[in-house]
């Protein structure tokens, strides 16, 4: 069993950044983030791989979002810079044996979520 927590989420001005954090209680191999907004699905953000090597983002994180990997604290960190309200939604940490199954959320942990809010 891996526990995962995030921090790092609040609101913040359209424009602005946040950085979040999760850290797990046992290394692991991929790891990532993906969001939920309200009445909609959960979506894929981005993954990392192990070594920090290979990283995939989805296409509106692009540019803005950048995740980095600390293995020594078993931390990943997502930096979002020029947020906007439809960036509005609670962001979750996983985990998963893959970046394949990473990418296609079937991961095998999960945090329990921090919530993201910009404000227009």
């Known amino acids: 069993q891996v526990h995962l927590v995030e921090s790092g989420g609040g609101l913040v001005q359209a424009g602005g950044s946040l950085r979040l954090s999760c850290t797990a209680s046992?290394?692991?191999?991929?790891m990532g983030w993906f969001r939920q907004a309200p009445g909609a699905e959960r979506e894929f953000v981005v993954g990392?791989?192990?070594?920090?090597?290979?990283?995939t983002y989805a296409d509106f994180a692009k540019g803005r979002f950048t995740i980095t990997r600390n293995n020594a604290k078993n931390a990943v960190t997502l930096q979002m810079n020029t947020l906007k309200p439809d960036d509005t939604a609670v962001y979750y940490c996983?985990?998963?044996?893959?970046?394949?199954?990473?990418?296609?959320?079937?991961?095998?942990?999960w945090g329990r979520g921090t919530q993201v809010t910009v404000s227009s």
């Open positions: 996983a985990t998963s044996g893959t970046m394949s199954t990473m990418i296609h959320g079937e991961c095998d942990y």
């Open positions: 046992s290394a692991v191999y991929a």
């Open positions: 990392i791989d192990y070594n920090g090597d290979y990283t």
